[in-house]
């Protein structure tokens, strides 16, 4: 059974940073494409980051290019979500996302606040 778990959300002041990471199981990560996303209340759950199976390839949305950073350790199941210089606007829930053919799998998402 596919297990994805996200941590490290929490509520930080604008200008922080955090770290999320999404421990992944019961399916062959080394060989998945994994992504983050996020929700906001009253909004549609948006497309973040993702990366490739290697860790060579990474796309993210314009809105956080050049503050947020995707990775992954194949070595631990776990793909992560650096995010810095964090904005208000920024906070949201946020999910990982396992994509397949016949439905994704999704984490049960981990919340950041960003607020002073």
């Known amino acids: 059974q596919v297990h994805l778990v996200e941590s490290g959300g929490g509520l930080v002041q604008p200008g922080g940073s955090l770290r999320l990471s999404c421990a992944a199981s019961g399916f062959t990560f080394s060989n998945s494409y994994m992504s983050w996303f996020r929700q906001a209340p009253r909004e549609e759950r948006r497309f973040v980051a993702g990366?490739?199976?290697?860790?060579?390839?990474?796309n993210y949305a314009d809105r956080v290019k050049g503050r947020f950073t995707i990775s992954r350790d194949n070595a631990r199941n776990t793909t992560y979500l650096q995010m810095n210089d964090l904005k208000p606007e920024d906070t949201a829930m946020y999910y990982c996302?396992?994509?397949?053919?016949?439905?994704?799998?999704w984490g049960q998402g981990t919340q950041v606040t960003v607020s002073s």
């Open positions: 996302k396992r994509p397949r053919s016949d439905g994704d799998d």
């Open positions: 990366i490739d199976k290697t860790g060579g390839a990474t």
